[in-house]
């Protein structure tokens, strides 16, 4: 088994939903989580706040940054995550299109390094 | 078959002899090597070192009686050593499973055999990797082309492609895109895919007029692993590609005359190869009685009223134009409503076609300008007809193709 990052994107831009839409969207994502935890492929998941609400640290060099907003300036951002464990892409790519009709959003999927103890 | 007496060969007569076999092998060898190993490289590796101990055996030994098993077990057997010596990790579960699925000879006709070559038709051509990566894998990996043959058929540099193939086996790894047939509802969804990696390379080579003999060589080489795969799938589609494919190659011969591109109502139909046209009209009649049209099928059956004139003034153009009407409503796209005016164009007449032609928004499209110049031709707008030829001009780089559109626009009347 392997585990697999499905990175929900929220693009600028796009159309925005109706109040009734973004409803319909928290069921059918709920639904879709609770067929995730019932199927065993579920190991977490969670919404994030806006792009604003973010903070980078860079403790890298000799002094710490702190600086206000995301690191990436891209259009595209993180909404929200699933990490899932699936026997193969193919597996994982099948959670990712229910997700992605589930959340209305298109799913990244990448898949994690595997443990050491297993490589 | 019996052992090759390698005296009765010339050494340049048996190279190619074993280029041929290993060539016609490799994919099969592979397949199996992959299966039992789970992993592509240190198949391919153990396969290169099988190819290089026959390269050195059989000019003496003579070609084996079954020289794809042979492959096959030296491969595997350099692939345990390569295990044992390197004291991998996980040598012991790789070996284990090395012994205990120690499959027998290949032979061509059987199941677990054409099921490892699916299997690994299916993983080169997965949607999770690029439509050029899924291109380049299916011809190393399958059709056993060198990196460097690869590289100079798409006219890129060696490192390029060697990279190309590099990171597309780095993400079947880490990403884990099996290495098995997919399931039910996944095989017929992806062998569209499949196709479509096998017209483009098809099209790689027959679409070039020019530059290294390789390129028309990847026609070929699209048209046997189409072939592969028609033994391996039965859907109709897969017919229908393999159909079009040797339609398409039936009028090659004809295609070019002293570097210039020859239209089809003037080609030479004895030049054309009947014996593609035969095989070619077989297939299409048998997916025509499957009942299931796709648009490979389509494209064939067009290809086959073609090929079914004698000269180019016996066309059955109403046929062409129901065909067309068919492949639009499958494939609603301005190319084949392009394709589509063309044949309107003979049978309404150029106005008719042209007025369809207008209403398309193709003009990166170097066939819409040329279809466009063609038509204002035949309605004697000369002036608008040479300026449709410079636009197509500006937009190709094909050398046959230009001198054929400078020989046509010089011929407008001044």
Same mark, same amino acid.
């Given at each position: 088994m392997?585990q697999y990052?499905?990175?929900?994107i %929220?693009?600028?831009g796009?159309?925005h939903?109706s109040?009734?839409?973004?409803q319909?969207?928290?069921t059918?994502?709920?639904?879709?989580?609770?067929e995730?935890?019932?199927?065993?492929?579920?190991?977490?998941?969670?919404g994030?706040?806006?792009p604003?609400?973010?903070?980078?640290v860079?403790?890298?060099?000799?002094d710490?940054?702190?600086?206000?907003?995301?690191?990436?300036?891209?259009?595209?951002?993180?909404g929200?995550?699933?990490?899932?464990e699936?026997?193969?892409l193919?597996e994982?790519?099948?959670?990712?299109?229910?997700?992605?009709?589930?959340?209305?959003?298109?799913?990244e999927?990448?898949?994690?390094?595997?443990?050491p103890?297993?490589? | 078959?019996?052992?090759?007496?390698?005296?009765?060969?010339?050494?340049a %007569?048996?190279d190619?002899?074993i280029?041929?076999?290993?060539r016609?092998? %490799?994919?099969?060898?592979?397949a199996?090597?992959?299966?039992?190993?789970?992993?592509?490289?240190?198949?391919?590796?153990?396969v290169?070192e099988?190819?290089?101990?026959?390269?050195?055996?059989?000019?003496?030994?003579g070609?084996p009686p079954?020289?794809?098993?042979?492959?096959?077990?030296?491969?595997?057997?350099?692939?345990?050593?390569?295990?044992?010596?390197?004291?991998?990790?996980?040598?012991k579960?790789?070996?284990?499973?090395?012994?205990?699925d120690?499959?027998p000879?290949?032979?061509?006709?059987?199941g677990?055999?054409?099921?490892?070559?699916?299997?690994?038709?299916?993983?080169c051509? %997965?949607?999770?990797l690029?439509?050029?990566?899924?291109?380049?894998?299916?011809?190393?990996?399958?059709?056993g082309l060198t &990196?460097?043959?690869?590289?100079?058929?798409?006219? &890129?540099?060696?490192t390029?492609?060697?990279?190309r193939?590099t990171r597309?086996?780095?993400k079947?790894?880490?990403a884990?895109?099996?290495?098995?047939?997919?399931?039910?509802?996944?095989?017929?969804?992806?062998?569209?895919?499949?196709?479509?990696?096998?017209?483009?390379?098809f099209?790689?080579?027959?679409?070039?007029?020019?530059?290294?003999?390789?390129?028309a060589?990847?026609?070929?080489e699209?048209?046997?692993?189409?072939?592969?795969?028609?033994?391996?799938?039965?859907d109709?589609e897969?017919d229908?590609?393999?159909?079009?494919?040797?339609?398409?190659e039936?009028?090659?011969?004809?295609?070019?005359?002293?570097?210039v591109l020859?239209?089809?109502d003037?080609q030479?139909?004895?030049?054309?190869?009947?014996?593609?046209?035969?095989e070619?009209?077989?297939?299409?009649?048998r997916?025509?009685?499957?009942?299931?049209?796709?648009p490979?099928?389509l494209q064939?059956a067009?290809?086959?009223?073609h090929?079914?004139?004698?000269?180019?003034?016996?066309?059955?153009?109403s046929?062409?134009?129901?065909?067309?009407?068919?492949l639009?409503?499958?494939q609603?796209?301005?190319?084949?409503?392009?394709?589509?005016?063309?044949?309107?164009?003979?049978?309404?007449?150029?106005?008719?076609?042209?007025?369809?032609?207008e209403?398309?928004?193709?003009?990166?499209?170097?066939?819409?300008?040329?279809?466009?110049?063609e038509?204002?031709r035949?309605?004697?707008?000369?002036?608008?007809?040479?300026?449709?030829?410079d636009?197509?001009?500006?937009?190709?780089?094909?050398?046959a193709?230009q001198?054929?559109?400078?020989?046509?626009?010089?011929?407008l009347?001044a």
């Amino acid at each position: 088994m392997t585990q697999y990052l499905l990175s929900v994107i %929220h693009a600028e831009g796009l159309p925005h939903l109706s109040e009734d839409e973004v409803q319909e969207s928290f069921t059918s994502v709920d639904a879709f989580n609770h067929e995730l935890l019932a199927s065993g492929r579920w190991v977490f998941a969670g919404g994030l706040q806006p792009p604003s609400s973010a903070t980078v640290v860079d403790a890298a060099g000799a002094d710490v940054l702190i600086t206000d907003g995301p690191f990436s300036e891209a259009k595209e951002q993180l909404g929200g995550f699933w990490i899932v464990e699936a026997a193969d892409l193919d597996e994982a790519l099948d959670i990712a299109k229910a997700g992605s009709a589930a959340c209305r959003n298109p799913v990244e999927v990448r898949p994690f390094q595997a443990e050491p103890d297993q490589a | 078959m019996p052992d090759v007496d390698p005296a009765a060969l010339d050494p340049a %007569h048996l190279d190619r002899a074993i280029s041929e076999i290993v060539r016609a092998e %490799h994919g099969r060898v592979v397949a199996t090597l992959i299966r039992r190993l789970g992993d592509i490289d240190l198949a391919e590796d153990a396969v290169s070192e099988a190819l290089v101990t026959a390269l050195e055996k059989w000019p003496t030994t003579g070609i084996p009686p079954n020289p794809g098993a042979w492959l096959t077990t030296t491969a595997g057997n350099k692939a345990i050593d390569r295990i044992r010596r390197e004291g991998k990790r996980n040598a012991k579960h790789t070996e284990a499973l090395m012994l205990i699925d120690d499959s027998p000879a290949p032979d061509p006709d059987e199941g677990p055999v054409a099921d490892d070559r699916l299997r690994l038709v299916y993983t080169c051509c %997965h949607p999770a990797l690029a439509l050029e990566n899924r291109v380049a894998l299916t011809l190393r990996l399958l059709g056993g082309l060198t &990196v460097a043959e690869i590289a100079r058929a798409f006219l &890129v540099p060696e490192t390029t492609m060697a990279q190309r193939i590099t990171r597309s086996k780095a993400k079947i790894k880490a990403a884990h895109i099996p290495y098995r047939i997919p399931r039910e509802q996944d095989l017929v969804a992806r062998l569209g895919g499949v196709l479509a990696v096998l017209y483009l390379i098809f099209n790689e080579g027959y679409l070039a007029t020019e530059g290294p003999g390789l390129r028309a060589d990847l026609s070929t080489e699209a048209i046997r692993l189409t072939r592969q795969v028609a033994t391996l799938v039965a859907d109709p589609e897969v017919d229908g590609l393999l159909a079009l494919m040797l339609l398409t190659e039936a009028r090659h011969a004809a295609r070019i005359r002293d570097g210039v591109l020859v239209t089809l109502d003037l080609q030479d139909r004895g030049l054309w190869d009947a014996g593609l046209i035969v095989e070619g009209h077989q297939l299409v009649r048998r997916c025509l009685a499957a009942n299931r049209p796709g648009p490979f099928q389509l494209q064939a059956a067009i290809n086959a009223v073609h090929t079914d004139a004698l000269d180019a003034s016996m066309t059955d153009w109403s046929q062409i134009v129901q065909l067309y009407d068919q492949l639009l409503a499958l494939q609603p796209s301005p190319v084949v409503a392009l394709n589509r005016a063309v044949a309107v164009a003979e049978l309404d007449g150029p106005d008719v076609a042209l007025a369809i032609v207008e209403r398309l928004e193709l003009d990166k499209y170097h066939p819409w300008h040329v279809t466009r110049a063609e038509l204002l031709r035949r309605l004697d707008r000369d002036a608008e007809a040479r300026s449709a030829y410079d636009a197509a001009l500006a937009l190709i780089d094909n050398e046959a193709e230009q001198a054929h559109l400078r020989r046509r626009r010089a011929s407008l009347p001044a």
